[in-house]
């Protein structure tokens, strides 16, 4: 089954320095990955997306993410992080249009980033 | 620059009530989503539609239903309301299947007493 998973339910990082929140992924084909950000009691945001080229993606917000294709990860990262990063992050698989797949988004359960100053 | 408008943003139903829930986007967009979120468990996909007048089922459809009568609105109808869809509800829309990233709104909290 097509899945994603985000290993660590919270992950606590001290302001100014870096933060990886991890995702990792399995889909048949070759997928396009999402990474989105929810603050308290709003929808979702979009953050960066994969589709091809560089394994190195820039987003908003100062955030990056690392396509691996070996290790089938995508793991977001920050140089620095702020107290204001502190937010839910969601990590999203788009698979492949074919195989019975409709190619709708499949989301991790989410990671908890806390920021303390 | 309002996006995407969900209505009402909470509500709390008796067990075999019903509502709808109305999804407005004003971007023009051709594909929207409902999803539901719960702890620990991330988004959900419902039902979504690929264009006006259609709609297709996602991955937990069992209890709901949904229209998309006009291109800017989608619908999501609860018939019976039961205890386990206490949630939150999201709506997105997007402009390409794809490629494009969803566009969300700010979530309608449901509670089923």
């Known amino acids: 089954a097509q899945s994603v998973a985000q290993p660590e339910d919270q992950v606590n990082v001290a302001e100014g320095n870096p933060l990886t929140v991890k995702c990792t992924y399995s889909?048949?084909?070759?997928?396009?990955l999402f990474w989105y950000v929810q603050y308290p009691n709003r929808g979702l945001q979009f953050l960066l997306k994969?589709?091809?080229?560089?394994?190195l993606v820039k987003g908003s917000y100062g955030f990056e993410a690392e396509f691996n294709k070996s290790q089938t990860s995508f793991h977001l990262k920050k140089p620095s992080a702020l107290v204001s990063d502190s937010a839910l992050y969601f990590c999203?698989?788009?698979?492949?249009?074919?195989?019975?797949?409709?190619?709708?988004?499949?989301f991790g359960k989410g990671t908890k980033l806390s920021v303390k100053p | 620059n309002a996006g995407v408008t969900q209505t009402p943003k909470f509500r709390v139903l008796k067990t075999g009530q019903s509502m709808t829930l109305l999804c407005a986007q004003d971007?023009?967009?051709?594909?929207m989503y409902w999803y539901r979120q719960d702890p620990g468990m991330g988004l959900r996909l419902i039902h979504y539609?690929?264009?006006?007048?259609?709609?297709a089922k996602g991955e937990v459809p069992d209890g709901y239903n949904v229209s998309r009568l006009k291109k800017q609105n989608f619908l999501l109808g609860l018939e019976s309301a039961a205890p386990s869809q206490t949630s939150v509800y999201f709506c997105?829309?997007?402009?390409?299947?794809?490629?494009?990233?969803?566009?969300f709104g700010e979530g309608s909290r449901l509670t089923v007493l």
């Open positions: 971007m023009n967009h051709e594909y």
């Open positions: 997105a829309s997007s402009l390409t299947p794809n490629t494009g990233e969803l566009f």
């Open positions: 889909v048949s084909g070759n997928p396009y």
């Open positions: 539609s690929v264009g006006e007048g259609t709609t």
């Open positions: 994969y589709i091809t080229g560089d394994n």
């Open positions: 999203a698989v788009r698979p492949p249009r074919y195989g019975g797949s409709q190619g709708n988004l499949i």
